[in-house]
């Protein structure tokens, strides 16, 4: 059963970086993509960043390209999500999500992998 468990979030001031993990078990990813999703209050989940485990293929939503940088490290089984220049508009809690695909996707149909979230909080 493939688990998913993130972490790396937490309170951080605007302009402030953060970068979370999500570490992934259970499957063997080289026919993977991994997606980084953001659900703020009210709001509908999104796409932040997607990267294919093989290749290194990737994504990013408008919103956060040139901020953002999606990574993963095959030995230790581990999606990155390194954030820089945050915005208040960025809080929100952060899904990692696996998906059987050949590339990297924006469509959260597409992932049959969720894990808990984290919640990011930017705010002075």
């Known amino acids: 059963q493939v688990q998913l468990v993130e972490s790396g979030g937490g309170l951080v001031y605007p302009g402030g970086s953060l970068r979370l993990s999500c570490a992934a078990s259970g499957g063997t990813f080289s026919n993977y993509a991994m997606g980084w999703f953001r659900q703020a209050p009210g709001k509908e989940r999104e796409s932040v960043a997607s990267?294919?485990?093989?290749?290194?293929?990737?994504y990013y939503a408008d919103s956060v390209k040139g901020r953002f940088t999606i990574s993963v490290d095959n030995a230790k089984n581990t999606v990155y999500l390194q954030m820089s220049g945050l915005k208040p508009e960025d809080t929100a809690v952060y899904y990692c999500?696996?998906?059987?695909?050949?590339?990297?996707?924006?469509?959260?149909?597409?992932?049959?992998?969720w894990g808990q979230g984290t919640q990011v909080t930017v705010s002075s």
């Open positions: 999500a696996a998906g059987r695909l050949w590339g990297p996707s924006p469509d959260r149909d597409a992932y049959d992998y």
């Open positions: 990267i294919t485990w093989i290749g290194g293929s990737r």
